[in-house]
Structures are given as C-alpha cells and as structure tokens.
C-alpha cells in the first residue's frame, strides 16, 4: 500500500442532525498582563477558575464535544479495550520480595480494578520456584498467606483511588499506609497492627487500625526503631513538599513534631530509610542543588545531621554502607562519581571512581559483600557491581549516643570497594534498560533487577554476586504475545547542530522501510528524566495495525548523561524541540514512516513538546496527543504563588526577573505562538484536581488552536477532555486507564489511517 492509498480518517455521518456539535467556543475576557515593558492580553485566562460554574460548564461542553465528535470510534474503542485486557495476565501476582522473615507480594484478580498486598512468612514448608523464591501460583494463597492491604476494598464507592506508599514496621508488626481520593496527591495515613485481624475501622486494611490522625500529608513513611514514630512529609500551598515531621502512634496529630522545614522554595524534601532500617535518609533537592542529613531511628526525635552541607550547584545522595558512607556527587565531576565517607565527618568525601566519558552515574545501593551502582551508559540504564573487600568489617548502622557507631576512617573506607574488579549486568540485547529491583537485604548476596526493551516484557531476574550467574525468576506474561514477530532496533537521527539523536524504534517484522507506513513518535526531554526503552502492552494495538512505533531521546532528558540535559533547558530548550523533529524527519527520510502518516505524543512537560512541535512544525505531524500538557508554559512560571514555579527557575530560568528569559519562553511557549497555518489533529487531555499543570493551560491552549489555525477542523479535528475527577495521572483503576487509553490511542490510528490489523 502507497501513502496515497492510505485509507482516510473516518469523518462523522453527513447527515447534518446526525453530525456533531460545534466546538465550543469560550468567550474572551481579556486580562492583561505586563513583564520587562512588554503587555499580553489573554482572552481565556478566565477559565483558570475552577470554582466558575462557567468554567466547569465549558468543561463539560468540551466533554460532550469529545464525545459527539469520536462517537463513530465506539467499536474500534471497545476492540483496543478487548486487546489490552487480551494482553494481560488479569489473575497475577508479583515476585514475592523477602524483609526479614516475611516475603512481601502484589496479587491481582480479573475483574478487579486495584490489586491485593500480602505476605507470608519464611518457613522451610514454603514451595519454592526459580531461585529460591517461593512458588506462587496467580489466584492460589500459600498456606498462612495473609491479605494486608486489599486496595479494591479501600476503593470501593470512590471516584477516584490511589494508593500513596505502604512500608512495614521494623519488626513487620505494623503496617503504614497512604491513599488519595481526590486526585491531588495529598493522603491520608493509616497505621495498621497486623498482628490483629481487621476491626473493620478501615475497609481493606488487613489489620486492626490502630491510627489514623495524620491526613493530607505527602510522600513517604518510615518507622522509628522502637515502632513508636512515623515519619511523613507535608506539602505547602504550592504544593512543594517542604517538611518533614515524626507523629506518635496513638496521638492527635496536632501533638506532631517538625523535624526539618525547607525554607528555599527552589527545593524540595523527601526522605527514605537505609536497607538495615536503622538511619533515616532526607534529602532537600533544587534542579541543581541538593542537601542530605541522617536521622538515628533508634533516637528518633533526635536532631537530623546534615552530611554535605549544600553548595550551589553540588547534588549528593547518600547511602549507608555500615561502618561508612556512599556518596554520589557531582563536585568537579560533571557525570557524577562515587566517594566514601566517615560516619564521624560524612562531608569528607574521597571520591573511588568517576563517570567515563558517555556514563552518568545516578544511584548506589551497599550491601555487606558489594555495591550496586545504577548509571546511565551509551544511551541505556545499566548497573554496575563493584565487590567489596573487607566484608566482614561493614558493621552496622549509627550509634545513637554519637551519630558515628562502628566508623572507620577515609582511607579504609576507600580502600574497602574493589573498583578495578566492577562489571556490568548485561543481557546484551540493543535496546535492554537494565535497574534495580526491591533489595532490601543487606547481607544478601543475591542482586535482583529488571530488564526490559520496547520488545522485552518486564523481566525480573537476579545475579549472584559471587558466581556472576544470573538466573530468571519471571517475565511478566503477556498472553497473545509472539516476540518473534516484531523486530526492534536503535537508530541515530542527526540535529543541525550535528549532534546524533538516539531514536529507539520497533515494529512488525513484515513492515519495511517502504515510505508508506503510518507512524507513532513519543518524547518528553525535561528534567534530565530518560525514557528508556521499554514494554508497555497497549503499544501491541499500533504494532499490529502496521504502525512503526518510535521513542525520541531528545536532549532535555538524561540518556546521553548530564550534558545532554544541560543542553536541553534554560536558554537551549530549543534543541528540545528541534531535536524531535529531526527525528521525525529521520523516520521519513529513511524510509519507516510515510510523510503523510506520522503522529506524535508527550505528556507533562512532553505535553510542552508537543505543542512546541505543533508551533514549529505543523506540516511534519498529521495527529499529536499532548496528554496534561504544560503547553501555557510562561503564564505559569511568571507566577511564584502557583504550585512548583519557584522550583522550576531553574529548569526553565525565571522569567519574572530576567528579560532574556522572558523573551526566549515566550518565543516557543506554545500557547503564546499558535500560528495562522494548517496544523494537525490536536487530542489534549487533563485532570480537573491535577495539581502539577492546571487543567486551565490545555483549556486555554485548545480554545486559541481552535479560532488561529487554517486546517480543515472536520478533517482534522481539536479534541480536549477534562476528566472531572482526578489528578495528574488521569483516571484510576486499571479498567478505567484501558478506556482512557483506548479513547485516544483509537482517535489517533483514525486520524492516520490504521484502523485496521495486519
């Protein structure tokens, strides 16, 4: 098939009673606004307000009018649905994950929306599967596998469910656990005993709740030693997580204790605990700086340590590793190194190995015998296993009298990690992202990771350090699923800079580089976030109608390490954009996808990408979904009161206080330059509560594309949904995600003509 027998779009019933409605059309409302002498007038900022009852009855207009105008998708909507559940294995279960003497799982149940949390404990009854781990079978409890969380039941009579984060107790005796019903990313905390069947307090709790006072708090939990504390996070009215605090069990959480406020709006704070359960980790973040401190949980209201101070532009994460700590940093190391330091003078680093030119370090995990170092290498996630030599000398934890404990000083630490004898996890496969799974053993000596590729399910296997043997403990199963008839490969696209862009495409074996294929290309590029290769199962649905599915590693992300982030922000996000229509012109030049057939999508800050390829090159794309797309980009990071901009400056810089920033945004923010020319199907969706880009921008953005552009809007329509009860993630409930997933993945093989399967 040529592109010019490309079948066309299905168009709505010619019957004009029959047809569907007119867009709506918001009204303008003019409010100005005027920065470094240069005034905008903005008809649609009125509908930032989502209190308006005007508002929400555009949105619902909006809605109805997604609805009118897809309603002849209906079938091919119910068939992607039909697909997507075909693909999965609803009756599964996770590979059990051992703490102390339990092992931990996730089971889920055809039919059902959220899965179910248990445990058993470590007996030598247990049967047991690949590499020791107890054999599971889907839908069949082990003996005395106990129910600890049952999310379906929590979510039961709610809009909107999503769990914040679950972590037991030390002694696994308790269980603390996080929800949202709203949408917005603020939960609500419940304590359970798991020794004590439920009291039926908590729907789905699989203990007996033993407190619930601490509500919209942030993420993450942690335990004290003692059982007696929980640590949670707050979030400030611009939703920038800014403290953390220790509750005690059984108290109003009115008598709660601040344990470390960050003041800087720039930043950020989170914690995490060490893998022997004994220091609490906090970690205050900007995009280009970071601060780490070390709590004693065995002291628990005592005073965090900082262990590093902060320096501008100096990022560090920390990690115990007994009687020292692990260190990854930045400081005169621009793709990051790994150091050692005393317990006693944790800032004291004496750095053990750098980044190679091409490398990115971002991650390390000790254990007794050897370290675990996550980075990032020719474009792909890999680890790396460096052994350590002195085992027996790791020791344990801080001492809660002097903070210090079982210390050894620098030159010991450094000398403990065998570097020169370090190697690499590796399957070998082109496109393989290689990371870490749940490791929470310290003395183990049994690594566990993921693999996956754009072909590759999700592969959970382990190494055993000592031997190097590597040992598959379970690839999800994808039912209907031949691998063997999909091919995947890496290609390079070439910027005007001259820089090599790392395209990562799969498609079915019998598709050929003819120039008449239709084609799909995803990106993102901010915040030096990578979006490696990977298996997602509804992608299948466009493998098998004959699309060339494509991933674009443009700069703005993390693949090629530091320097192709910092070449995709602030006053270069341009190669951002550019860089993603290099590739599509790639994927044309060479031939995998036919001019007149190619889509795009990015969602978040990718939504941004999205409508800047919109802008920049309307004639390249003939469909684009910009999922929660951040497309009124300097409206928002102009003012500091709404949620994140202040943290923002510096991924974008600060336009409120620097001209040139100012005019450089406003020369691609999206919303700012809708052009007069023929554009191409527009999808864009968002959340109501969504708290991290305002439903407002693709409101605003939709309403502007709808009365600028010159297209043929029947032929190529402007599609916006607002779901009006959720968050930045969308619907929830995995039913739910097909039919959100099912409605504009069918939109978009309308709009390229692959409706139907090869």
Request: glycine letters at 10%; a negative charge.
């Amino acid at each position: 098939m040529t592109s010019t027998d490309a079948p066309t779009p299905s168009q709505p019933p010619a019957d004009p009673a029959a047809s569907a409605p007119r867009p709506p059309r918001p009204v303008h409302r003019p409010t100005d606004r005027t920065h470094h002498g240069d005034t905008v007038s903005d008809p649609f900022e009125w509908l930032r307000v989502k209190e308006d009852p005007e508002v929400i009855e555009h949105l619902e207009a909006e809605n109805a009018f997604a609805d009118a105008r897809t309603a002849h998708l209906s079938g091919l909507r119910t068939e992607l649905v039909s697909e997507f559940v075909g693909h999965t294995q609803e009756t599964d279960q996770s590979v059990p994950v051992r703490r102390g003497d339990w092992w931990y799982l996730t089971r889920t149940t055809e039919g059902e929306d959220y899965p179910r949390h248990t445990r058993v404990a470590e007996t030598p009854e247990l049967p047991r599967g690949a590499g020791g781990v107890p054999a599971v079978e889907p839908g069949v409890l082990l003996p005395g596998e106990q129910v600890i969380l049952d999310a379906q039941s929590l979510a039961e009579g709610q809009e909107f469910f999503s769990l914040g984060g679950m972590r037991p107790s030390p002694s696994q005796a308790l269980l603390a656990f996080s929800t949202d019903v709203r949408g917005d990313e603020r939960f609500d905390v419940v304590v359970t005993d798991l020794r004590r069947g439920s009291s039926g307090g908590e729907r789905g709790a699989g203990g007996e709740v033993i407190d619930e006072a601490v509500r919209g708090a942030g993420y993450g939990l942690a335990f004290s030693t003692d059982e007696q504390w929980l640590f949670y996070a707050r979030v400030d009215d611009a939703w920038r997580q800014h403290q953390i605090w220790r509750h005690r069990l059984g108290t109003d959480a009115q008598e709660d204790q601040l344990v470390l406020e960050e003041t800087d709006e720039r930043f950020s704070i989170g914690f995490g605990t060490s893998r022997d359960g004994s220091t609490l980790i906090i970690e205050a973040a900007s995009t280009t700086t970071s601060e780490g401190w070390l709590l004693d949980l065995s002291d628990p209201t005592s005073a965090p340590r900082s262990a590093g101070g902060r320096r501008p532009g100096i990022e560090y994460s920390l990690e115990p590793a007994g009687d020292h700590l692990l260190v990854v940093h930045n400081d005169g190391a621009p793709g990051f190194a790994l150091a050692t330091a005393p317990l006693e003078d944790p800032g004291s680093w004496t750095t053990i190995l750098e980044a190679a030119d091409g490398e990115r370090l971002e991650s390390v995990d000790a254990f007794a015998g050897f370290a675990a170092l996550e980075l990032r290498s020719g474009g792909l996630a890999a680890v790396r296993v460096i052994p350590r030599r002195g085992a027996a000398s790791a020791g344990t934890g801080l001492n809660a009298e002097t903070g210090a404990g079982a210390d050894v000083d620098a030159e010991t630490a450094a000398h403990a990690w065998a570097v020169e004898d370090a190697w690499d996890v590796s399957h070998g496969g082109e496109l393989d992202t290689v990371f870490l799974q749940a490791n929470h053993q310290f003395d183990e000596q049994l690594l566990r990771y993921q693999l996956t590729s754009l072909l590759t399910p999700s592969t959970i296997a382990q190494v055993d350090v000592r031997t190097r043997e590597h040992e598959v403990l379970r690839r999800t199963p994808v039912p209907g699923y031949d691998p063997e008839l999909y091919v995947e490969k890496r290609l390079w696209a070439r910027a005007a800079d001259g820089t090599a862009i790392p395209i990562s495409l799969a498609a079915r074996r019998e598709v050929a580089p003819d120039a008449t294929n239709p084609g799909y290309l995803y990106g993102y590029g901010s915040y030096e976030a990578s979006m490696d290769p990977s298996f997602v199962p509804t992608r299948l649905s466009l493998l098998d109608r004959g699309v060339v599915v494509a991933v674009a590693h443009v700069r703005g992300g993390g693949e090629m390490g530091r320097p192709w982030y910092e070449h995709g922000k602030l006053l270069e996000k341009r190669n951002t954009f550019t860089d993603f229509v290099d590739c599509a012109a790639h994927l044309v030049d060479a031939g995998w996808v036919a001019p007149d057939r190619l889509s795009a999508e990015g969602r978040s800050a990718g939504g941004l990408l999205m409508g800047a390829i919109a802008n920049l090159a309307p004639e390249r794309f003939r469909a684009i979904i910009a999922g929660v797309p951040f497309v009124d980009a300097l409206t928002t990071i102009l003012d500091p009161s709404l949620p994140l901009t202040v943290g923002e400056w510096e991924e974008w810089g600060d336009p409120l206080h620097d001209p040139e920033v100012y005019a450089y945004m406003k020369s691609y923010s999206p919303y700012e330059n809708v052009r007069e020319v023929e554009y191409p199907a527009i999808f864009a969706s968002t959340s109501l509560n969504d708290t991290r880009v305002f439903f407002v921008e693709p409101a605003k953005w939709v309403a502007r594309l709808r009365e600028t552009v010159t297209s043929d809007q029947d032929e190529r329509p402007i599609v916006f949904r607002c779901e009006m009860v959720a968050g930045h993630g969308g619907r929830s409930g995995r039913y739910a995600k097909w039919e959100q997933r099912a409605d504009e993945l069918a939109w978009l093989l309308d709009q390229i003509g692959a409706t139907a399967r090869i």
